[in-house]
């Protein structure tokens, strides 16, 4: 008699795995890749920025800033503004003493961010504490007004500056650009405006009650002082003497 055959187990299958649609992969692919350009068209775009800051920079090294973007905005308002540039060996150096003593007196000791002041500024919840390096940054390169993008590309602009110019070109650029008077733009217009003379032949009373009118020139003014300008100036006539004195006016001066 033939054997039984026992009949062979059928293995079930495995299902297939489902396959993703192609549109969806497609779709994720497309996204991916849109992600990684944008992500490439930022990182140059910021590169880009950087490097003409830097180059917009380096051409102030040498060259005079025309005008400034606060400087345009009141000659479009004002019609006409006063501004005459000059070297600084054409400035009284006690009118340079003065501005260091009045706005920054730690000017030759820090890298463009007085990082003492500003923390004492942040403790007292004020704010403040710009350098006279931000403050012609700011002047030269941004706008006016009080804006967290401005302090910050100030913050950032501002080491770069320090960087690229001299301790003497700061101040020669600040005294040239600050504005003394509505319209006042200057040293040079200043010292004729207020007193008749040329920046370099102001006094050393002269230059501190410039400096004084500095922080509110359109409140204040040199030529006929206020009693809290007068005292405001006699102190920066004192500090002027002192920076002379203990060094810190070396970084400027030499």
């Given at each position: 008699?033939?054997e039984?055959?026992?009949?062979?187990?059928?293995?079930?299958?495995?299902?297939?795995?489902?396959?993703?649609?192609?549109?969806?992969?497609?779709?994720?692919?497309?996204?991916?890749?849109?992600?990684?350009?944008?992500?490439?068209?930022?990182?140059?775009?910021?590169?880009?920025?950087?490097?003409?800051?830097?180059?917009?920079?380096?051409?102030?090294?040498?060259?005079?800033?025309?005008?400034?973007?606060?400087?345009?905005?009141?000659?479009?308002?004002?019609?006409?503004?006063?501004?005459?540039?000059?070297?600084?060996?054409?400035?009284?150096?006690?009118?340079?003493?003065?501005?260091?003593?009045?706005?920054?007196?730690?000017?030759?000791?820090?890298?463009?961010?007085?990082?003492?002041?500003?923390?004492?500024?942040?403790?007292?919840?004020?704010?403040?504490?710009?350098?006279?390096?931000?403050?012609?940054?700011?002047?030269?390169?941004?706008?006016?007004g009080?804006?967290?993008?401005?302090?910050?590309?100030?913050?950032?602009?501002?080491?770069?500056?320090?960087?690229?110019?001299?301790?003497?070109?700061?101040?020669?650029?600040?005294?040239?650009?600050?504005?003394?008077?509505?319209?006042?733009?200057?040293?040079?217009?200043?010292?004729?405006?207020?007193?008749?003379?040329?920046?370099?032949?102001?006094?050393?009373?002269?230059?501190?009650?410039?400096?004084?009118?500095?922080?509110?020139p359109?409140?204040?003014?040199?030529?006929?002082?206020?009693?809290?300008?007068?005292?405001?100036?006699?102190?920066i006539?004192?500090?002027?003497?002192?920076?002379a004195?203990?060094?810190?006016?070396?970084?400027?001066?030499?």
């Amino acid at each position: 008699m033939a054997e039984a055959t026992t009949p062979k187990k059928r293995t079930a299958k495995k299902p297939a795995p489902k396959k993703k649609p192609a549109k969806k992969t497609q779709k994720l692919g497309l996204i991916a890749r849109a992600r990684r350009f944008v992500r490439r068209m930022v990182f140059l775009g910021i590169v880009s920025l950087c490097g003409f800051a830097l180059l917009w920079t380096l051409l102030y090294a040498f060259i005079n800033p025309p005008t400034t973007p606060y400087m345009r905005a009141e000659a479009h308002r004002l019609v006409n503004i006063k501004q005459e540039w000059v070297a600084m060996e054409d400035i009284a150096p006690v009118m340079a003493r003065s501005a260091v003593a009045a706005e920054d007196a730690n000017f030759c000791l820090h890298w463009g961010l007085d990082v003492n002041a500003i923390q004492a500024a942040v403790e007292r919840g004020r704010g403040g504490a710009s350098t006279i390096s931000q403050q012609v940054v700011k002047n030269v390169f941004l706008w006016h007004g009080r804006s967290w993008t401005r302090k910050a590309i100030e913050a950032l602009w501002t080491p770069m500056s320090e960087a690229v110019w001299s301790k003497r070109r700061i101040i020669e650029i600040y005294l040239n650009v600050a504005e003394f008077d509505e319209g006042v733009f200057g040293v040079q217009a200043a010292a004729r405006h207020y007193f008749g003379v040329d920046a370099s032949d102001l006094s050393a009373t002269q230059a501190a009650r410039l400096a004084a009118i500095l922080p509110s020139p359109k409140n204040r003014s040199a030529s006929n002082p206020s009693t809290f300008t007068r005292r405001r100036a006699a102190q920066i006539r004192s500090g002027a003497a002192t920076i002379a004195a203990d060094g810190r006016a070396d970084c400027f001066e030499s």
